[in-house]
């Protein structure tokens, strides 16, 4: 079965520092999505692509965030100058290309940052 | 703008008894409407969709969701709890026209007693 898969799972670092993130989605699925989820919350979406094109993003995705996905295959999301309050899960789910497909999630990202 | 509001954001029931998860939703669009669970260090699950074919949805492991379009309401439930059911469950909105994008709720988490 070959879902959804993120790395690495868990990311400790310290503020200031940069981190970045690798979404492998499944293959077929030509939309690709990343979300954050803090602790007691539901997650929140960050942005979107469609191939290789990012359509959305979220104001939540200041401009210490940059997402890419080269070739519509893998994506990776970067966070610079880390601060606390981006110690999350970070969620990717990818979807086929119909109006209801649903997403597939991979199992997220935890950073910590210190 | 869409939004979600799940009314509970703690069910406990006892093994064996109904299962009722409250999820209203707002949308200025015929929305698509899902029920995902995400149990401890998991990643999230679907559980079911809807997506303007039959109001009344089955998904896995016996849960089951109506779409009432007066009441703005996706209600999940299931007639008899199990303890693997103990898990947390979201209430997520998509389908404004343009974004795929999930909107979802705050999340409800499900205790099952012996």
């Known amino acids: 079965d070959t879902g959804v898969s993120q790395n690495p799972r868990h990311k400790i670092t310290k503020r200031g520092q940069n981190v970045t993130f690798r979404c492998d989605p499944i293959?077929?699925?030509?939309?690709l999505y990343w979300y954050r989820q803090t602790l007691g919350q539901g997650p929140e979406f960050l942005t979107y692509?469609?191939?290789?094109?990012?359509?959305?993003k979220s104001r939540l995705l200041s401009d210490r965030f940059s997402a890419e996905r080269p070739k519509g295959s893998f994506s990776t999301l970067e966070i610079q100058r880390t601060e606390q309050g981006d110690s999350a899960m970070y969620l990717c789910a990818s979807s086929g290309q119909g109006s209801y497909n649903e997403q597939f999630f991979g199992p997220g990202t935890r950073l910590t940052v210190l | 703008a869409q939004s979600v509001t799940q009314l509970d954001s703690h069910v406990s029931v006892s093994e064996g008894t109904p299962v009722l998860l409250r999820c209203n939703y707002s949308s200025s669009y015929s929305p698509s409407l899902f029920w995902y669970v995400q149990h401890p260090n998991k990643g999230l699950q679907l559980l079911l969709k809807y997506t303007s074919a039959a109001t009344l949805v089955k998904g896995i492991n016996g849960f089951e969701a109506e779409f009432k379009k007066s009441e703005t309401s996706f209600h999940l439930t299931k007639p008899s709890a199990h303890m693997s059911d103990a898990a947390e469950y979201f209430c997520v909105v998509s389908g404004a026209s343009g974004t795929y994008k999930y909107i979802f709720g705050t999340g409800t988490r499900l205790k099952v007693l012996a």
């Open positions: 293959s077929e699925h030509n939309r």
């Open positions: 692509f469609q191939n290789e094109a990012q359509l959305e």
